[in-house]
Nanobody, 121 residues
Framework: QVQLVESGGGLVQAGGSLRLSCTAS????????MRWYRQAPGKERELVAA???????NYADSVKGRFTISRDNDKNTVYLQMNSLKPEDTAVYYC???????????????WGQGTQVTVSS
């Protein structure tokens, strides 16, 4: 059983910064892509940023230049550094990862439970 646990959310004023972390634990052989999503009240969940195992990244247009995704493969952890936060960044942030448990080449997607980020104006 694999578990993803996010941390680092909270309340911050507009223009401030937060750093989210998400660590995968359990039976893990390898991790491919790791991603951050967010879901604001009344809106659909949207992809914020993704990072491949080799380090290639991509971002939603709304966060480009403000957010940075990174990962530590030794720690099975993905980070999201969020700078210049805006009230519209307020949402529950979720991480997910494409995981392989035994080296058979089959990857499945696992989600974290989410962490709340609130940006006040």
């Amino acid at each position: 059983q694999v578990q993803l646990v996010e941390s680092g959310g909270g309340l911050v004023q507009a223009g401030g910064s937060l750093r989210l972390s998400c660590t995968a634990s359990g039976r893990i052989f390898s991790i491919n892509a790791m991603r951050w999503y967010r879901q604001a009240p009344g809106k659909e969940r949207e992809l914020v940023a993704a990072i491949m195992s080799g380090g290639v990244t991509n971002y939603a247009d709304s966060v480009k230049g403000r957010f940075t995704i990174s990962r530590d493969n030794d720690k099975n952890t993905v980070y999201l550094q969020m700078n210049s936060l805006k009230p519209e960044d307020t949402a529950v942030y979720y991480c997910n990862a494409d995981l392989n448990s035994n080296g058979d080449g089959y990857y499945y997607r696992s989600w974290g439970q989410g962490t709340q980020v609130t940006v006040s104006s």
